[in-house]
Antibody, heavy 121, light 107 residues
Framework: EVHLLESGGALIQPGGSLRLSCAAS????????MSWVRQAPGKGLEWVSG????????YYSDSVKGRCTISRDISSNTLFLQMNSLRVEDTARYYC??????????????WGRGTTVAVSS | IELTQSPGTLSLSPGQRATLSCRAS???????FAWYQQRPDQPPRLLIY???TRATGIPDRFSGSGSGTGFTLTINTLEPEDFAVYYC?????????FGQGTKVENK
């Protein structure tokens, strides 16, 4: 069974850094593209970042470009999102999601339950 | 590409039909268009991709249609578990985007 489990969320001060993790099971990360999608409290979905199955291509929303880095470790089958210079507006629940294919142009067919990031002084 | 969903909230009763709309700011390829359902305190679930193809395990009361700039999600005969928020999604460029959501609430 395909499963995603996020971790790493925390309460952190503005300007701080955090690394989110997403442990995948039931498939390998070098087969499918992956994305991070966030949801601020009471708000809608916002795509944050993606990585191709090969790992050779990464994508970022304008809201996090230059502050976040997506990566993965094939040996542990884990996806990461390194977040730096965190802002109050980064407060959200962060979901990792599996793509139906190897690049961004496929729908997101499996989602984890998310991990919460709260940025506050 | 920006996606605008309407209405913001749809108040219906079980057994009724729900019709949700999503309008794109420019013509898009329906191959790269999807709908998701999000129940309270749950992650999103893929319902429809390619504008009209139901994802695995999705009941046939859910159907998607549309092309160009206008897309529709129809839920025939609402079941109690269908009251949720629905999002449209475009992934035809490397800047993926979601609509703001339509809440289907129990009247």
């Amino acid at each position: 069974e395909v499963h995603l489990l996020e971790s790493g969320g925390a309460l952190i001060q503005p300007g701080g850094s955090l690394r989110l993790s997403c442990a995948a099971s039931g498939f390998t990360l070098d087969t499918y593209a992956m994305s991070w999608v966030r949801q601020a409290p009471g708000k809608g979905l916002e795509w944050v970042s993606g990585i191709s199955a090969s790992g050779g291509t990464t994508y970022y929303s304008d809201s996090v470009k230059g502050r976040c880095t997506i990566s993965r470790d094939i040996s542990s089958n884990t996806l990461f999102l390194q977040m730096n210079s965190l802002r109050v507006e980064d407060t959200a629940r962060y979901y990792c999601a599996k793509s139906q294919g190897d690049m961004y142009y496929f729908a997101l067919d499996v989602w984890g339950r998310g991990t919460t990031v709260a940025v506050s002084s | 590409i920006e996606l605008t969903q309407s209405p913001g909230t749809l108040s219906l009763s079980p057994g009724q039909r729900a019709t949700l709309s999503c309008r794109a700011s420019d013509i898009i390829d329906s191959t790269y268009f999807a709908w998701y359902q999000q129940r309270p305190d749950q992650p999103p679930r893929l319902l429809i991709y390619g504008a009209s193809t139901r994802a695995t395990g999705i009941p046939d009361r859910f159907s998607g249609s549309g092309s160009g700039t206008g897309f529709t999600l129809t839920i025939n005969t609402l079941e109690p578990e269908d009251f949720a928020v629905y999002y449209c999604h475009y992934f035809g460029t490397s800047l993926l985007t979601f609509g703001q959501g339509t809440k289907v609430e129990n009247k």
